[in-house]
């Protein structure tokens, strides 16, 4: 069956950098492109970066682009998200979804917090 | 960016009624659209895509419809496990992949 793992999330300071990685399992990652999603404390859904099914294009929100990159690994079968930069606004659930034939997030991840905080 | 409004907010309703979500584009989004659920404490899941198609291992009590700019989220007959946060989703426009704010379905 289809598997996300989030890690990698924790407490980190202002500024500083955190690298979560999803560990995907039960189906072929490289025929997939994936995404990162977001959730601060008690508020909705926010898309944050997608990368290609063969890693070949990366594309992403305004708010992280050029402090986020999102990579994919696939002779591993993970999925990255490297932080840097991080602010107190950037405190929130991760969560990694796969891009299903529908084009639209079929399966997702339980999620990491981050929480960024001095 | 295309913007998502969904309404209403809250819905209170009980077991056994029938629940309509609306879910409004800022522009005409085709019927690229998808609705989630999501629990307290679990990850968004997938109900419905290209606004009107289940994903696998919903049940009929769920239907969506629409397109261009207005779309509803149905369901049934509530069950008690129903209850929950919904978010509708669009993939027209894209970067980025807009959500809605969500509507939160409560117990009456």
């Known amino acids: 069956q289809v598997q996300l793992v989030e890690s990698g999330g924790g407490v980190v300071q202002p500024g500083r950098s955190l690298r979560l990685s999803c560990a995907a399992s039960?189906?072929?990652?490289?025929?997939?492109?994936m995404h990162w999603v977001r959730q601060a404390p008690g508020k909705g859904l926010e898309w944050l970066a997608v990368?290609?099914?063969?890693?070949?294009?990366?594309y992403y929100e305004d708010s992280v682009q050029g402090r986020f990159t999102i990579s994919k690994d696939i002779s591993n079968n993970t999925l990255s998200l490297q932080m840097d930069s991080l602010r107190v606004e950037d405190t929130a659930i991760y969560y990694c979804?796969?891009?299903?034939?529908?084009?639209?997030?079929?399966?997702w991840g339980k999620g990491a917090l981050v929480t960024v905080s001095s | 960016e295309i913007v998502l409004t969904q309404s209403p907010a809250t819905l209170s309703l009980s077991p056994g009624e029938r629940a309509t979500l609306s879910c409004r584009a800022s522009q005409s989004i085709s019927s690229y659209l998808a609705w989630y659920q999501q629990k307290p404490g679990q990850a968004p899941r997938l109900l419905i895509y290209d606004a009107s198609n289940r994903a696998t291992g919903i049940p009929a009590r769920f239907s969506g419809s629409g397109s261009e700019t207005d779309f509803t989220l149905t369901i049934s007959s509530l069950e008690p496990e129903d209850f929950a946060v919904y978010y509708c989703q669009q993939r027209s426009n894209w970067p980025p992949y807009t959500f809605g704010q969500g509507t939160k379905l409560e117990i009456k």
């Open positions: 039960g189906f072929t990652f490289s025929n997939y492109a």
């Open positions: 990368v290609w099914f063969d890693g070949s294009y990366q």
């Open positions: 979804a796969r891009q299903g034939g529908g084009a639209f997030f079929d399966f």
